[in-house]
Structures are given as structure tokens and as C-alpha cells.
């Protein structure tokens, strides 16, 4: 009987990321397995990440020196517990900055002279420059969401829309420019841009609500040629896509937001040249399938994971832990978290109350690692950018996801999401081992090559 040195990882909500007994293989065949590895071979993986915010650094500033030096060496550090490698900041306000600002706040400045990255220098750059001490090969991405509001209708940062007119277009183009621009005289690379956050909410918080029609000439027309005219280097994505609100009344117009959106802007020959991948917010679920069926040479992205009630409970987390691999299993190449800390409750400046991999209580000046923190790690700490997701079959491939590395070594992430044990029979090849999964629980296991 053969014998592999397997690590077998396994999370519960009384016990959390607790090294296994070693396992052995059976005598049984292959035949007896619910969940066998494959050859085949999908997506390269890019990594795993989440959003620098204002609000976040201003919690890990509750924390003492050490505290905070830890929750950072946590999150970034290529040795670390999540070794997050791709994320994303905000172009100006998020829901969770501080106050609602832009870059340029001047009305009528079409040439961009008031542009500045003042306000990012308290909270948002020190944010990004200590996770680069740290993960120097950390991936950047950007979106706003809002224009400044002199270029919407009506002039506010929440709801409405990007006035259509082609002094406002040509203005707006060069504003992503200057933040690219701006950045690098920081000495952070924008790796890419997405030209809205969730291009159909009108919110309360700072949005601006876009056509596909729109994002195919505003990609087209305005902001390709400025980014070629300027030499840049930071793609381009056509991101972020969610899902109406009002989701049944869009299905009634048997549209999708593939059709309205991906579909539409690809469609375009000329914008398509610009158009590097595509990034789907959480809501977008309902439509990446058929993005990456139809367009499998571009990248793909989940941008914003769902963001909870601020409870961080592990009923949630199992939820969560089915979103990432419905993502996986549709072909993204990098998963986004949101907010990676937040202080309890995780209140907005826009009174909703949302979940954190990290809590940091002002009071006790101490954290916790809530249950996504542990449903990130299952995935982000053995998988690397470089990894190849490869197939899984079985009862309960449904459950799983595997990554194959550069040496070998297969990395299968599960879930046991039911409220009895389970008996997991994992085979590759001839191979088959016996594992008895925890209720509700989430396992990481290191096979290696």
C-alpha cells in the first residue's frame, strides 16, 4: 500500500485551522472514491486579495505597534498566514472611506490642474505602501465609484449618472490618467484599472450608474486612446459588473448583465482591443459563465466578495466559502475579498453594517480573526499565484476545488457544509484516502507532488 506524506488542515467553528492526523491510503480502488482528481486542466490562478480602505487603516490604528505589525505580516507577507497578492483601492471615496471626496473637486477643470492625490496621503497610501514593504509583487487594481461630482447629473456623489458630453468624457479619461499618474510619483504601480464600481447600483453612497452601451464608448473612444496617448501601461478591465436590484424585473426584459454589459462592450471590436479582462462584483455571479464561455482568452475577476450584516458569524462564512468556489468553478483568476478590517459591527458612513476578515475592538485595543478569516486562508495560503486549478469529479467535486503548483504538489480545498460528518474518499490515480469531515467545516489538504 502506497503512502503519501498528505497535510490535512481543518477548520470548525469551535476549532479553527488545526493541523490533522496524518492519513494513509486504503486498501480500496479508485472505483469507491467520491472526489478524484484530474488531468485536465483549467484557469492559471493570479491570487487572492482585498481592498485597501479608509476606514480599515484607521481600525489597525487602534492596535499597539506589534499588534498591527502582525495583522499586516498576516495578510501580505508572502511567509504569512493569507499571502494576499491582488487588490484593490478605491478612486476616490468608497462606502468606506472616511467622508465622500474626489480627486478634483474644481467645477469646469476639464484640464485636470486641481487634480490631486492630497487626501489618499493620510489613510489610503501609508495603507498600500506598508502591504508593498511587505509583498513588493502585490497587484493593484482601481475603481471609482464616483466621478467628481461636477461631471454627474445631478451633481452628487451617490446615484445618478456621468454627464454624456464630450468635454466631460475627454475630462474624465484624463482623471484616470492623473491617479495612474500620481501614484507612480508615489512609487505604487496601478496594474489596472475598472472604469466603475458595480455599474448598475444608485445608492446612497458614492455611485454612478452606466449602460453597456456606455462603458463600449467611454472605453472606446476616450479612455484607450488616453491611456495610449499618455503611454501607460496599466490595463484596462471592464469591471466592476453586478447585478441589478431589481434582478426579476431584468430577467423579464430576458437580458442579462452578460448581455448588457461583457456582452455588449466585447462585442465591440474597437473597445475590445483596450480591454484586458473583465471583473465581476459578487452580484455579477448570475453572468460571469457565460462572459468566460464566450470570451475565454480575456482575464477574469471576482472583485468585492459579499459583505455581510457585520455579525461575521459561521453561518455566514459557509456562505461565503460556496461564493468563492462558484467564482473558481466559473473561471475567475483572482478572488477579492472587501473589507479585510474593520472595527465591530463594521458600520459605513452609510449606516450599513458589514463583515471583516479582521476585527479590531478601540476599546480593548485588541483583534480577532473572524470566520473569513479562516475561509481566505483555507484558499490563499497554499495557493500562489502561478497555480493551475485542475479538475475534480465525484459526488463531491461540488464541494472542492484543486490547484496544481509548479512542483507537483495538489492543493484541494473542501467544505463539509452539512450538519452531520461526512466521509471524504479522495483519490489521484490508484490512490484513495479516508477522511471523516466535521460538521460545517472547511479543510485544506497538501498532496504533495
Known sequence: MNEHKLRWIASTEQRRWLEQAAVTATAATAATAN???????????????????????????????????????????????????????????????????????????????????????????????????????????????????????????????????????????????????????????????????????????????????????????????????????????????????????????????FDGYAGTVLGDPEAYKYIKGVGYQWAGKYGIQRAVQSYPELRYMQTENECGDGENTWFYAKYIFSLYQHYLFNGVHAYVYWNMVLEPKGRSTWGWEQNAMVTVDPATRQYVRNPEYYVMKHYAHFVSPGDIRIGLQGPWSGHASAFLKPDGTKIIVLSNPYPEEKELRLSCGSVVYNFRLEPESFHTIVWPG
Open 35 to 257: 472526489l478524484t482528481i484530474t488531468d485536465r486542466e483549467h484557469q492559471t490562478f493570479e491570487g487572492f486579495g482585498g481592498c485597501f480602505n479608509e476606514l480599515g487603516h484607521v481600525a489597525l490604528g487602534r492596535l499597539p505597534a506589534e499588534e498591527r505589525d502582525q495583522v499586516m505580516h498576516d495578510l501580505f507577507h508572502p511567509e504569512g498566514e493569507h499571502r494576499l497578492s491582488v487588490c484593490r483601492l478605491p478612486i476616490g471615496a468608497s462606502d468606506y472611506a472616511l467622508d465622500w471626496y474626489s480627486h478634483n473637486e474644481t467645477d469646469g477643470d476639464t484640464a485636470m490642474e486641481h487634480f490631486s492625490v492630497e487626501r489618499d496621503r493620510k489613510h489610503l497610501i501609508p495603507y498600500i505602501k506598508e502591504a508593498l514593504k511587505l509583498n513588493p509583487e502585490l497587484v493593484l487594481f482601481a475603481s471609482p465609484w464616483s466621478p467628481p461630482t461636477w461631471m454627474k447629473f445631478p451633481k452628487a456623489y451617490n446615484y445618478g449618472t456621468l454627464r454624456w458630453e464630450k468635454d466631460i468624457l475627454e475630462a474624465y479619461a484624463l482623471y484616470f490618467v492623473k491617479f495612474v499618474q500620481a501614484y507612480a510619483e508615489e512609487g505604487i504601480t496601478i496594474h489596472q484599472v475598472h472604469v466603475q464600481n458595480e455599474v448598475v447600483a444608485d445608492q446612497k453612497f458614492p455611485s454612478c450608474v452606466w449602460t453597456g452601451q456606455q462603458l463600449r464608448e467611454f472605453i472606446r473612444d476616450y479612455l484607450g486612446p488616453a491611456f495610449e496617448r499618455h503611454g501607460l501601461d496599466t490595463e484596462i478591465w471592464l469591471g466592476t459588473i453586478n447585478a441589478p436590484e431589481a434582478w426579476d424585473e431584468w430577467l423579464k426584459k430576458k437580458a442579462t448583465d
